[in-house]
């Protein structure tokens, strides 16, 4: 059969339901296999938008997602996905199309070094160079995508090897000489850990995304309860312990809860779990948690010690790990009354400093107050992509996750543009949850043109547009380091969103009213079909509380 029919079958062995790409010359021999195979696929109108759908798809599903380009622009228009699901460690495999062999090296049409383009930012990635490889290619970059720290894979296939004939058999075995992960974790090292924590006054246990990734969030919440230890996590690990647990300290980071911030500063030991101390949770590196000893537990083995010292580093799968340190932990039976000072001290703080805004005495709609709303009007049963900016932020703080992969948004990275085609990714792996996305007026209009294929492959995502008119984020940070001298972050209020919603073909609604919102939010979660929602925010709100950038988390604001 031709390569292409082979890479079909390659799909549908690896439980491939859908995928998501854009057409061109150099991947026409894909498409054409695409006409037979019996494979769903979401005909998007970006190549970005595809790449960040196959993102949405993979959290919210935890399967491998798969995204097609073709090549040069194709492919350099899947950069920004490629390296967003690299830094928060998402199991995505892009193919993209590559000319003719003949005209590699030579500028033909369309030509770009995918391979040498995306190196930095992949996990790993195949050049075709002979059509025989491409079945065992696949399977491998699904392997590599989904085992270890998940991540991005990119195999790119010249046209004219596509094309060949080949004799095709199944590949039932993958083994890679050259790449096993660690997943077990040493023993003794867990033992250690677990003598730490009995020993700890003043513990934390830290999550990060990787907890989601390795779907460790039962095992964590069995490690939190087996005594009275506080949980915060980071903006990637929200759903990993429930939010309404009275363990919860809330986020912590740049714009976390004074709660966890501080507990993180005061701790004596901090177990952090799937979580890579980013410079938005630490703040000033050196001033960060003086007081700590440190148990990392990762499964990758290049982030331990790579910016805090591990007292105590476990190299290995948070599923495996943990319950084995709950079990080394309850054989010691510490004394639990030991933490009760410390969640004395965390109780006040707490109750010291609130989440808390002030209300606006009119009908102005406050941007907390639209999170707080759509919470209630889902029960807070929904899966929620966001886009990245002050938002993102306000979702985090105000929208409680109980579960993991209910929460899909753009950590490492920041990419703005994310959130629409990620919640149309995560619709498309799961039909039956409601989904809905937070976007800005900035970051909405950076892939927009995904209401389209939203419309045409009636995908019911709700969209509810955060509508202040500013870029945000990037205004607040002006009005408070550099002396409120505005400079191009005014949107306006262009376009007419309700008006672009039927243009595209979905529902637009407009609310400006607080009084009215929650019924509104409720009138758009009922409505069928796509809808884009304009919300009219408060112009000027700032996001607090916040660490300044390069401070320490004593040092918070607002």
Request: proline residues 6%; negative net charge.
């Amino acid at each position: 059969m031709r390569a292409v029919d082979a890479l079909m079958e390659c799909l549908k062995a690896e439980g491939v339901d859908v995928v998501f790409g854009l057409p061109g010359g150099a991947n026409l021999p894909t498409y054409d296999a695409f006409y037979d195979a019996g494979i769903r696929h979401i005909l998007v109108r970006h190549e970005a938008g595809g790449g960040h759908a196959a993102e949405g798809y993979a959290k919210a599903t935890g399967k491998v997602g798969v995204a097609l380009g073709t090549s040069g622009p194709g492919a350099t228009n899947l950069v920004t996905p490629i390296c967003d699901a690299m830094m928060d460690s998402v199991p995505v495999v892009f193919l993209t199309g590559q000319v003719r062999t003949e005209l590699l090296g030579t500028d033909g049409f369309q030509e770009a070094d995918t391979i040498g383009i995306t190196m930095p930012i992949v996990k790993h990635s195949f050049l075709i160079q002979h059509p025989l490889e491409i079945p065992r290619s696949i399977h491998e970059a699904f392997h590599i995508a989904r085992t270890g720290r998940p991540g991005p894979v990119v195999v790119d296939i010249p046209q004219d090897l596509s094309r060949a004939d080949i004799p095709y058999e199944p590949v039932t075995d993958v083994h890679l000489p050259g790449y096993q992960p660690t997943t077990e974790g040493n023993q003794k090292q867990i033992r250690l850990a677990a003598k730490a924590l009995a020993n700890s006054r003043r513990p934390v246990l830290y999550a990060g995304g990787g907890v989601i990734a390795g779907n460790a969030a039962p095992e964590l919440t069995e490690l939190a309860t087996v005594d009275r230890f506080p949980v915060t996590s980071t903006v990637m690990g929200l759903g990993a312990f429930p939010a309404p647990h009275e363990q919860w300290l809330g986020m912590l980071g740049m714009h976390g809860t004074r709660a966890a911030n501080y507990a993180m500063d005061e701790a004596d030991l901090i177990v952090a779990i799937g979580a890579r101390f980013d410079d938005r949770v630490t703040g000033k590196l050196s001033e960060f948690a003086p007081r700590a000893k440190f148990i990392h537990i990762d499964v990758d083995p290049a982030e331990i010690s790579k910016n805090v010292p591990a007292h105590i580093p476990i190299v290995g799968d948070a599923k495996n790990i943990v319950p084995r340190l709950t079990a080394e932990y309850r054989a010691l039976a510490p004394d639990p009354a030991r933490l009760e000072e410390w969640w004395s001290r965390i109780r006040t703080w707490q109750e010291r400093h609130p989440l808390r805004y002030e209300d606006s005495k009119d009908h102005e709609i406050k941007p907390q107050y639209m999170i707080q709303a759509l919470f209630e009007a889902t029960g807070g049963d929904a899966i929620v992509a966001s886009d990245v900016g002050q938002h993102q932020m306000w979702a985090a703080q105000y929208f409680h996750f109980s579960k993991p992969r209910r929460w899909i948004n753009s950590g490492g990275l920041g990419t703005m543009g994310f959130g629409l085609p990620a919640a149309m990714g995560a619709k498309i792996g799961c039909p039956d949850q409601t989904v809905v996305c937070i976007a800005g007026d900035g970051s909405v209009q950076m892939n927009m043109q995904e209401l389209a294929t939203c419309a045409h492959e009636r995908v019911a995502i709700k969209v509810f547009i955060m509508n202040n008119g500013y870029l945000g984020m990037v205004r607040q940070w002006q009005e408070l380091f550099w002396d409120r001298r505005y400079s191009h972050v005014e949107m306006g209020q262009w376009p007419d969103y309700v008006k672009l919603a039927e243009a595209y073909g979905a529902t637009g609604m407009r609310l400006e009213d607080k009084a009215t919102l929650l019924e509104g939010i409720r009138e758009a979660l009922q409505t069928d079909g796509p809808v884009l929602v304009d919300v009219r925010v408060t112009r000027e709100e700032n996001t607090y509380p916040m660490i300044p950038a390069g401070q320490a988390a004593r040092n918070m604001v607002g």
